[in-house]
């Protein structure tokens, strides 16, 4: 059985790694092995990217390392999608200060892919692309989000792409950025610390 796993970290005050969460397999393998999870939150600035690699043997897909972790991770989902109905999406560390009802609003429908997804992808991208991220950086990252958490479950090869194109905005983002988040950017830090922490606890 060829599988490769990928490690992705999440930078601006909130480095996660995640080494373990998801593997690499093949779709001619007739059921996804799904092992346990390594890693721990640290306050770093520090971003590291998963890479996908060829095994052989057919397409490749990106599976949960166990079934626990789905079930802890789609069970994420479901808090978050609670929390965005309530307007209670919580700050990460020491951000505390509340985030925009109107933000929240937004990004449950972006996430549950209700209503009028499209714009509210274009309402993240530009928010973020006006505070001074790169602005194909944004794109990718609004897009990847559309139905991330849609029906209380979470695609593996999607939650890896949202990851990546965080990580990939962080990287080539500015200390002013940084420094001063746009609220769009918060929220996508809380509902990834979200799962990522459900995804770490059965570590």
């Known amino acids: 059985m060829k599988k490769r796993h990928l490690a992705f970290q999440l930078g601006l005050g909130l480095a996660v ?11 001619s393998q ?7 999870v390594t ?4 306050t770093t600035s520090d971003i590291a990217g998963g890479a996908f690699a060829p095994a052989g043997g057919g397409e490749l897909i990106l599976v949960y390392e166990t079934s626990q972790i789905q079930e802890d991770v789609f069970d994420a989902a479901d808090i978050v999608n609670e929390r965005l109905a309530q307007r209670n999406l919580p700050g990460v560390g020491n951000d505390t200060s509340p985030i925009p009802a109107a933000v929240q609003q937004n990004f449950a429908q972006v996430l549950t892919g209700t209503g009028n997804v499209d714009a509210g ?15 194909t950086l944004a794109q990718n990252l609004a897009t990847s989000l ?5 029906g209380g479950s979470v695609n593996a090869a999607q939650f890896a792409a949202v990851v990546e194109a965080y990580n990939a905005l962080i990287s ?7 420094r ?11 509902v990834l610390a979200i799962l990522l922490n459900a995804a770490l606890a059965t570590n």
């Open 180 to 190: 001063e988040p746009p609220e769009e950017l918060r929220a996508i830090r809380s």
């Open 17 to 27: 790694g995640v080494a373990g969460i998801l593997s690499m397999t093949t779709s």
């Open 121 to 135: 992808v274009s309402q993240i991208q530009n928010a973020l692309a006006n505070a001074g991220a790169n602005p």
């Open 30 to 36: 007739a059921k996804p092995v799904l092992s346990d």
């Open 39 to 42: 890693g721990n939150i640290i």
């Open 146 to 150: 559309s139905g991330l958490t849609a």
């Open 172 to 178: 080539a983002s500015n200390f002013e950025f940084l």
